[in-house]
């Protein structure tokens, strides 16, 4: 148990850390709470065939949402949110585990706290811009600013640590 | 490389860090074999259009299980395949992430141990769920669970290392 | 500050864990690179309805590739991409998430490079496969090396460390 003590006490000392800790954290219970969000849209809109057993309702539901879509709005809200929610997937993985990385490889912290609060924010904000929805660009600008921060960290870590 | 045996010794010791490290192995190595899994559907029930070059048969295949599906439960097995998968990437992916978080800020072992042997064996419970599959709330339920014990070790990890 | 100093500069002497850094940055670069390529084939080849707003041209769209297909290749493009991003999540999450628990677990260092460099080299090759596209075996193939590779690390991680 000392080397848990050790271990522990180290990283409460490292401020880097814990603030990528804090960020990453946040920023993957937000991706928790689309889950949420999106199982509510399901239950609340009807949509999504795939939650209803294979009877008639499913076939008739299937063809109104996938085949003949005269509801646009239905077919709107479904693909948004399962976007929307593949989108955190794609980019929130990379920051966590880019984000560890440069954690790790000894950022001056103001330089890193921004970094996290860049991205943290730009994720919240795409997450509004999907649930409102906002008109584009600002879906896509909040997207580019988180993707921007992420590259940033990773030139930090490949100049610090590279060893191919 | 005194470094490295250091770094190694250290975690070696940590019994929290070895358990983080066995049950996030664990549920990484299930969330792959869901990938095998549904490769073998792919394969051997033909469903899942976009292996197919674009033929006759493409077009045949996809018209009846996008379009016209009579065959229900071909449409019901393919996708509750992929999204049994991207339900995985959506909840083990912030398992590993938090977790990492939280086995390093120093929990109780007897704790920690709780909570990675649950969110294992609640995820362990909603692949059979999917496979099977069992009947709802069999799904939900072992969803909720695992949620839960995520939220808790983000809870844990805030209350630790928080700097905003 | 000196427990950060402490942290980076332990990590700095760690060559196992700077490979890993390494890799890991360039295959979640990789992926984040795929989100760019999905995003400039939806642009330009006007597949994937979901960017349109929800007038007649989305309709027609949707018509056209979802139900009609008479273009098959349009099809085929959409999916391709969205799978082979996809395929990038499943396997580059557990790469990223075990690969660090490899890194930690004192393995010898060409050893390390060894399955880093492997399952680089599979990725970036399992891209192109998708991009190009190769045919059969060529994709399944680079899939599975990488595969095997994130297996065999597991397999040390567990012998290990394993805590259950």
């Given amino acids: 148990r000392s080397g848990e003590m050790a271990k522990s006490t180290q990283l409460a000392d490292n401020e880097v850390f814990r603030a990528y800790a804090t960020y990453a954290a946040i920023v993957l219970l937000k ?4 889950s949420l969000i999106t199982a509510y849209y399901r239950m609340t809109r009807k949509v999504g065939i795939w939650e209803y057993s294979c009877s008639e309702d499913a076939e008739k539901i299937m063809r109104l949402e996938v085949v003949y879509s005269t509801e646009c ?5 479904f693909s948004s949110f399962s976007r929307g929610h593949l989108n955190d997937l794609e980019n929130i993985v990379p920051f966590v585990g880019i984000g560890l990385l440069y954690a790790l490889s000894g ?5 890193a706290l921004l970094h ?5 924010g730009a994720r919240i904000l795409h997450t509004f811009a999907y649930l409102i929805p906002l008109p584009q660009p600002g879906r896509g600008l909040s997207w580019a600013v988180g993707y921007a921060v992420t590259l940033s960290m990773a030139y930090k870590v490949l100049k610090t640590v590279l060893l191919l």
């Fill in 31 to 34: 991706m928790m709470l689309m």
């Fill in 116 to 120: 996290f609060r860049i991205f943290t």
């Fill in 107 to 111: 950022p001056e912290l103001s330089t």
């Fill in 73 to 77: 709005n239905t077919v709107k809200n």
